[in-house]
C-alpha cells in the first residue's frame, strides 16, 4: 500500500471514529470495518492508475449501496419501432 494511500484511508477513518454519527448516517445498516475496507480498496485501485486518491462521489455511493445491498436498478432500454401492429398486420408509422 502507498504511504499516500495509508494517510488518506488513516485520515478518514479518523474523521468518522470521531464523528460516528455521521458515520451512521452515510452508512446505515453496514458494518463501519466494511466500510473502510470498500475505501481502502478503491483508494488503492484509484492510485494503480494514476488517478487521484480521494473517492469521488460515485464511488462514495456505489461502495454505499454494495454495503447495503441496493444495487441500482439497471436502465431499461425500450426500443420504439417504426410500424404499429394491429389486427390487420403492421402499420408503418411514418
Known amino acids: 500500500m502507498n504511504v499516500d494511500v495509508q494517510i488518506y484511508v488513516s485520515n478518514f477513518v479518523k474523521f ?3 464523528n460516528p454519527e455521521e458515520l451512521q448516517k452515510l ?3 453496514a458494518e463501519p470495518q466494511d466500510f ?3 475505501v481502502e480498496k478503491v483508494a488503492n ?3 494503480d492508475k494514476g488517478e487521484d486518491i480521494e473517492l469521488t462521489q460515485k ?3 456505489g461502495i ?3 454495503l447495503n445491498h441496493m ?3 439497471e436502465d431499461v432500454v425500450s426500443i420504439v ?3 404499429f401492429e394491429t389486427s390487420y398486420g403492421k402499420i408503418f408509422l411514418n
Open 16 to 18: 468518522f471514529t470521531d
Open 27 to 29: 452508512i446505515g445498516v
Open 36 to 38: 473502510f475496507d470498500e
Open 45 to 47: 485501485n484509484n492510485f
Open 59 to 61: 464511488q462514495m455511493i
Open 64 to 66: 454505499i449501496l454494495k
Open 71 to 73: 444495487q441500482p436498478e
Open 81 to 83: 419501432e417504426p410500424y
